[in-house]
């Protein structure tokens, strides 16, 4: 059995930061891939940032420059780091971690208020 714990969200104004951490506990001890997905109320989740192999993705345009991706390879934690918020990235966010199948976490809330 995988967890994949999340913590972090919160409500947060128009150009504030906030951290999103995920620790992995359980059997798998490494992942290929650990990375963060969002869903905003009534939009598909879509995949904001990803780290595989030593290398960090973020793949949503609209956030790049403001978001960046950690790894701690020992500790099994991935962290996003999000800068200059704007309303438009309320969403949940998901924690995954991927070896020949997917974990997901349970989500954590992130708002940001106008």
């Known amino acids: 059995q995988v967890q994949l714990v999340e913590s972090g969200g919160g409500l947060v104004q128009a150009g504030g930061s906030l951290r999103l951490s995920c620790a992995a506990s359980?059997?798998?001890?490494?992942?290929?891939?650990m990375g963060w997905y969002r869903q905003a109320p009534g939009k598909q989740r879509e995949l904001v940032a990803s780290?595989?192999?030593?290398?960090?993705?973020v793949s949503v345009d609209s956030v790049k420059g403001r978001f960046s991706i950690s790894r701690d390879y020992y500790k099994n934690t991935v962290s996003l780091q999000m800068n200059g918020l704007k309303p438009e990235d309320t969403a949940v966010y998901y924690c995954y971690a991927s070896l020949k199948q997917t974990f997901w976490g349970q989500g954590t809330q992130v708002t940001v208020s106008s």
């Open positions: 359980g059997k798998i001890s490494s992942f290929h891939v």
């Open positions: 780290h595989s192999a030593g290398s960090a993705t």
